[in-house]
């Protein structure tokens, strides 16, 4: 069961706090009043060094004081930390702070006309049995991103053509594996072999991303539908599965040898506010995610 699956913690959340979920990476550098807030926050914790991660979760009263902190996921850590930092919490009046100009490289939109896309990955087999309830929360992740096409990617598909920049962006920066931690992405000259191709509606193709060491890469294949109308794409389904292997600095713990990893692409819809969060790999160079 995942942290905030554990119907102890949903409960004390949805009574007794106002729970927001950010990217850290964004709030410990922007230079805006959330940033500053952000490491009001922050500075008090034991992740207080802004140059390097800044990852967990952090429990504050409404005007910034620093209550609690865990970076663990088991629920029973979690529950306890929320529960002894609101024994701390003290109810006062609070002025509303001047939110004022963002930090526009941190806060980036999806394209105007574009696409937002859900991409999930989730790791099919490979991993041992165990007992361990974090283990097991790693594996059975399933994680979350998004991905971004622009106007003119977007009007390309609707004329039944695949643009090659769409093609490379997912390799680089979605052909990952990023079920149990921050992932690396892959560099454009890590791209063995990509081929993607819209016919008629239905999308199929192949991708090999390797390093140089061949200590990590994946080769999965494509099948999917993409479907137009009136102007617009109205479905978007996209599975790439294949075999993985290796890990990065912050995705430890991979299955042993070759795994299966399945990456999934549907069409957002904007019903959920975690559409407008910007790609993982975007973070402060959007023009270079997005560039053609």
């Known amino acids: ?57 952090f429990i504050a009263a409404p005007d910034g004081t620093f209550l609690g902190y865990t970076n663990s996921r088991v629920p029973k850590h979690v529950l306890k930390i929320i529960n002894q930092s609101l024994e701390k ?12 100009k963002s ?3 941190y806060n980036p939109v999806p394209p105007e006309g574009g696409l ?17 309830p974090h283990r097991q ?24 053509l695949f643009p090659p920049a769409v093609a490379e962006r997912i390799a680089r920066f979605h052909l ?35 390093t140089d060491d061949h200590l990590r890469g994946y080769q999965p294949e494509f099948l999917g539908y993409i479907e137009a109308g009136n102007g617009v794409v109205t479905r978007f389904d996209l599975v790439a599965k294949g075999l993985f292997w290796g890990e990065g600095t912050y995705t430890r713990n991979a299955p042993k040898g070759k795994f299966p990893l399945a990456i999934s692409f549907s069409l957002a819809d904007g019903t959920d506010i975690a559409d407008r969060v910007p790609p993982q790999a975007s973070r402060g160079w959007i023009n270079g995610y997005m560039k053609p």
Not at 89 to 100: K, M, N
Not at 117 to 132: C, F, I, M, S, W
Not at 140 to 149: F, K, Q
Not at 183 to 195: N, S, V
């Open 1 to 57: 069961m995942s942290t905030f699956a554990d119907p102890a913690i949903l409960q004390v959340i949805k009574s007794r706090t106002v729970p927001v979920a950010i990217d850290q990476a964004y709030q410990r550098r922007q230079q805006d009043a959330e940033g500053v807030f952000y490491r009001k926050i922050a500075g008090k914790s034991p992740r207080n060094n802004f140059q390097g991660t800044t990852q967990g979760l």
């Open 89 to 100: 919490y003290q109810p006062a009046q609070v002025a509303v702070l001047a939110r004022g």
């Open 103 to 105: 930090d526009l490289q």
């Open 116 to 132: 937002v896309l859900r991409v999930q990955a989730k790791v099919l087999g490979g991993y041992e049995k165990t007992d361990n």
């Open 137 to 160: 929360m790693e594996i059975d992740a399933i994680s979350r991103d998004n991905l971004w096409l622009s106007r003119a990617e977007h009007e390309a598909l609707v004329t039944g």
């Open 176 to 210: 990952i594996d990023n079920t149990r931690g921050e992932p690396p992405m892959w560099a454009k000259e890590q791209i063995r072999a990509l081929d993607i191709k819209l016919h008629g509606g239905t999308v199929t193709g192949r991708a090999h991303v390797e």
